[in-house]
């Protein structure tokens, strides 16, 4: 990534703790010059640009016009979840929430930047998982199959070829998130890395 970020701006979408807050922090370290617009259902003040928004309701125009305005260059989709347990003893409301937020959400915000896009946008990127969508996940199935879904969506897109900006999918694994449950198996085996480490991560894929 070039080093001058003066004339670059960043959207990042869900940014209010975990991997997205920890990438805004290294962002901001390493180009201290670059703008941000953070969204997320919380959002504290600080040297960004932000509005809540609650991912698990439809995209709106409003929505599309506040991202718009900013005029971005990079797009980070960070908003991801869903029940952890056995999946017909978790109601059915908290599958279609896991769905809604962890593909549904993004795959109609691709679509629609790709019908009308700020000319300044070259890159959008959303987070996906390395395990989830590769794999089962125990524990956590409408999880998992979002992520399959979101992978799907992405590979065919750079298929088609057919955007005016790049779409790629940034594959961690597990991360030392609120997320994930200290009782599952990830953290008791100490699989996870911290979000810190990953973030750094993100940050080397968007060269």
Avoid at 90 to 98: E, G, I, L, N, V
Avoid at 125 to 146: L, M, T
Wanted: net charge positive; glycine share 6%; with cysteine.
């Amino acid at each position: 990534m070039n080093q001058d970020r003066s004339a670059h701006k960043f959207i990042l979408l869900g940014a209010s703790r975990g991997l997205g807050w920890a990438t805004y922090q290294a962002l901001a370290k390493k180009y201290p010059a670059a703008e941000f617009l953070l969204v997320s259902r919380k959002i504290t003040e600080g040297n960004y640009q932000s509005f809540k928004f609650d991912f698990a309701k439809e995209l709106s125009s409003d929505f599309l016009t506040k991202l718009s305005d900013f005029n971005p260059t990079t797009i980070i989709y960070f908003a991801a979840g869903g029940p952890y347990g056995n999946f017909q003893e978790k109601k059915w409301t908290d599958h279609q929430w896991a769905l809604q937020v962890s593909f549904l959400f993004p795959a109609q915000l691709i679509h629609s930047l790709m019908q009308k896009a700020p000319s300044t946008l070259k890159k959008f990127v959303v987070v996906g998982s390395a395990i989830a969508e590769n794999k089962p996940d125990p524990g956590a199935a409408s999880y998992c199959a979002a992520k399959h879904a979101l992978k799907g969506l992405v590979s065919t897109l750079k298929e088609e070829n057919k955007s005016a900006f790049k779409i790629d999918l940034f594959s961690p694994g597990y991360i030392e998130t609120d997320m994930l449950p200290a009782h599952s198996w990830p953290r008791q085996q100490g699989l996870a890395a911290s979000a810190e480490n990953v973030a750094l991560q993100l940050i080397d894929s968007l060269d």
